[in-house]
């Protein structure tokens, strides 16, 4: 099944914004896109339709929040549910990825990048989904269901 996978978007869930993502697989890269608004965790269910539809995913990536010994937090537990809403609503191929330390790279990279250039650099979050799609894209048997 992940073979015929060609086209995805990653989600870097949070409370406050959740960062989105598109890769495919040809080129083994991602592009970040607008991250999107939630309240307490809840998204604007329109809006992450209005993506899906525009960029036609096989499947859909969720960053999976763990701590640094592997355990979960309630962080962990509301990203799995979104997750699995997102399966629900969408009837698309869900997997959960490790997200560890993408938001950290993501900072670092995002400073990196301002200081060679001036203008709008994308969201942490998104740029955090970016790092979680192209880790997928190079070594997708390391997801799982949620």
């Known amino acids: 099944m992940l073979e015929r996978i060609q086209t995805v978007l990653g ?7 959740i960062g989105v993502a598109t890769g495919q697989r040809i080129t083994a ?15 604007d269910w329109g809006r992450v339709e209005a993506v899906i539809k525009e960029w036609r995913p096989h499947a859909l990536l969720v960053g999976l929040p763990l701590n640094m010994d592997d355990s979960e937090s309630e962080l962990s537990r509301l990203a799995r549910k979104f997750a699995r ?8 191929p869900v997997f959960m990825v ?30 955090a989904a970016v790092l979680m799609v192209e880790g997928w894209l190079s070594e997708p ?3 799982h269901k949620p």
């Not at 890269?29 to 998204?43: C, E, K, S, W, Y």
């Open 141 to 143: 048997s390391v997801a």
């Open 85 to 92: 809403r997102l399966e629900g609503r969408f009837a698309l």
């Open 98 to 127: 490790d997200e560890r330390l993408t938001s950290r790279s993501a900072r670092e990279l995002l400073v990196d990048i301002g200081a060679r250039r001036k203008g709008k650099l994308p969201s942490l979050d998104s740029t």
């Open 11 to 17: 989600f870097d869930y949070g409370l406050k914004r």
């Open 29 to 43: 890269t991602a592009a970040p896109l607008h991250a999107l608004a939630a309240r307490d965790g809840i998204p």
